[in-house]
């Protein structure tokens, strides 16, 4: 069982910035960040898998967010940089160990409790 910590969230202006932690108990292949809003389905936004340090991000974030990791302490950071009011939601922390597409939620089997991001226009 692994156990996934965020922290970070909070109100920010349009425009502004936030980094977003996730500790974990563990290692794991694979931490990402989702996000979801109200009346909306979970979202991908960005992925770090250990081997090989890659990274995803979903197209609407690129060249805005940064996703970072410390193998050292089993934490994520997700930088949030030119935020939108659009993007509010609660953003979740996943882990996990699959071969498959990063980008679908299904494959998590490890989900943090959610960190609440704000955005004012």
């Known amino acids: 069982q692994v156990q996934l910590v965020e922290s970070g969230g909070g109100l920010v202006q349009a425009g502004g910035s936030l980094r977003l932690s996730c500790a974990a108990s563990?290692?794991?292949?694979?931490m990402s960040w989702f996000r979801q809003a109200p009346g909306t389905g979970r979202e991908f936004v960005a992925a770090?898998?250990?081997?090989?340090?890659?990274?995803y991000y979903a197209e609407s974030v690129k060249g805005r967010f940064t996703i970072s990791r410390d193998n050292a302490k089993n934490t994520v950071y997700l930088q949030m940089n030119s935020l939108k009011s659009e993007e509010t939601a609660v953003y979740y922390c996943?882990?996990?160990?699959?071969?498959?597409?990063?980008?679908?939620?299904?494959?998590?089997?490890?989900w943090g409790q959610g960190t609440q991001v704000t955005v004012s226009s």
């Open positions: 996943a882990a996990g160990s699959f071969p498959g597409t990063v980008m679908s939620s299904g494959n998590y089997d490890y």
């Open positions: 563990t290692r794991t292949f694979t």
């Open positions: 770090s898998r250990w081997i090989g340090d890659m990274k």
